[in-house]
């Protein structure tokens, strides 16, 4: 029997040196953000998902970046600030946050 999560929320913590053209999440925040998840799932009560610490989801020029399988919903430009939202709004109450969902965009080859 597989683990009883019906949602992953995938945080990249991904981070490369200093100077690179395609910059990296983890040098905006994102290590911060893994911790306030799981602290506002707790807070929340929700036991049924896992906030997963992910490598370099593609989308690095719109870090950091979160994403919510297995809906596909992605986030963009997550901050501290948006955590709480993103828990409440949609993570218990099934609402994504648009503010902060990461526009479709065609990547560059
Ligand atoms: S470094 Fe986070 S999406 Fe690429």
Redesign the pocket.
């Known amino acids: 029997m597989p683990p009883p999560f019906r949602t992953h929320v995938f945080v ?5 040196p200093d100077g690179s053209p ?5 040098s905006k925040g ?1 290590e911060d953000l893994v911790p306030l998840f799981k602290k506002e799932c707790d807070a929340q009560g929700l036991k049924d998902l896992r906030i997963n610490k ?7 020029e ?4 979160v994403c919510v399988y297995p809906e596909g919903v992605w986030y963009g430009g997550v901050t501290a600030d948006d955590v709480k939202e993103i828990v409440v709004s949609h993570l218990k109450g099934g609402v994504p946050v648009e503010r902060v969902r990461m526009a479709p965009y065609v990547k560059k080859s």
């Open positions: 990249c913590t991904n981070r490369r395609k910059g990296c999440c983890a994102s992910a490598g370099c989801l593609d989308a690095c719109r870090g950091p970046s």
